[in-house]
Every structure is written in C-alpha cells, then in structure tokens.
C-alpha cells in the first residue's frame, strides 16, 4: 500500500526528502521530541523497558558517532536491548504497542522488520500492534513525546518519502 505524503509534510534533509509516519501512544502528555539524522540513516536503536512502558530510546547515526536519546533511555536499572542496522537496510514492518487501559496509552512495546532483519520486539510486547507504513523506506529518526515520568507516550518514526528496492 502506498500512502502520498502532501508537500508540506515533506522536509529535505541533505539530499534526501524525510516525512513524519503517522504516531501510536498519548501525544496529550509530557514534552515533544525529535531525533532527525542530518543526512544518513538510523545507525543503532537502544531501547529500555519495564514490564509496563517504553522508558527511553536511544539512537545513533550513520556517519555521527553523537548518542541522541529520549526519555529514560539509559538506565541500566531497567532492561535493555538494542540492535544495529546496516547502513543500506529499508524497513519491512514497524509497529508501536500501546494499551488504552494502562499506563494512559503509553507505549508498551515495538516490533521492527527490515530487509535484513528478521524480527526485533523490545519492550512488553502486547498486541495488537499500531503497524506504521513504512515498507521500503529508510529509517531516519523518531519522533514522539515522553510523560512527565520520563518514559515514552508516543511515538511515530521519521523515514524517506520514496521507496528503495
């Protein structure tokens, strides 16, 4: 399925034109943030977790050695998993969990399918599953809101606007 992105949704980042996905979780509560590659791809996602919430993310880039991160992403208190992304990879399949009745709709879990990447599901993982259209494009960023608790509320993705085989 293919989704058109209207032109004011479009931002160019180097060369290459980005856009927002569509977002799952409570966007109503806590601070926006924006994690946005200047010019190349998501390198590397850390994830923390509870049994209950998304407490943080963390990204780098290719090309930018910088840790970016959101929420609680750091703290080894909680559990962590992370995964590296080849540099040429396109998405398959991205989903957000959230749960309307708990947590206030947070973000419970993520699932993400690459060309290259089986399956990786950090966090609680519930269904169903919010799947984001992110089929052939490549990762660039996320975007969202984390609650005054410092864990993830929402959560959408920022990717390329064309489709790469």
Known sequence: MTTTIPAQDIIQVGKTEVAKTAFAGNATMGNEFSMLSTWRPVKRIDVCYTVDVIKGIGVRFWGDDTQYGTGDWSNQAFSNMFIELPENDVLKQFGISTDPSFARNSVRG?????KKIPQWSP??????????????LVLMGFYGWTNPDNFIAALGLWVTVRPRV
């Open 110 to 114: 993520l699932t993400l399918q690459s």
């Open 123 to 136: 966090g609680y993982v519930t269904n169903p599953y919010s799947m984001l259209e992110v089929d052939k």
